[in-house]
């Protein structure tokens, strides 16, 4: 039987990146669509950020 507690980690580490990248977008906005974009911001920037860790350990 597999086990699934590793995908279950992965998860919450990207749902906690998502939640300081949108903290961190977030104060940095000034008007209202640059709040929606530091919102859409967080949603991508931990896969970037994953893809560039995985790119770099691969060299």
């Not at 209202?32 to 994953?50: D, K, N, R, S, Y």
């Given at each position: 039987?597999?086990?699934?507690?590793?995908?279950?980690?992965?998860?919450?580490?990207?749902?906690?990146?998502?939640?300081?990248?949108a903290v961190w977008f977030w104060?940095?906005a000034d008007g209202f669509w640059e709040h929606?974009?530091?919102?859409?911001?967080?949603?991508?920037?931990?896969?970037?950020?994953?893809?560039?860790?995985?790119?770099?350990?691969?060299?």
């Amino acid at each position: 039987m597999a086990s699934n507690t590793g995908a279950a980690a992965g998860g919450g580490g990207y749902f906690l990146a998502m939640i300081g990248s949108a903290v961190w977008f977030w104060n940095q906005a000034d008007g209202f669509w640059e709040h929606v974009g530091a919102l859409l911001q967080a949603l991508v920037w931990p896969a970037f950020l994953i893809y560039d860790i995985f790119a770099f350990l691969n060299t």
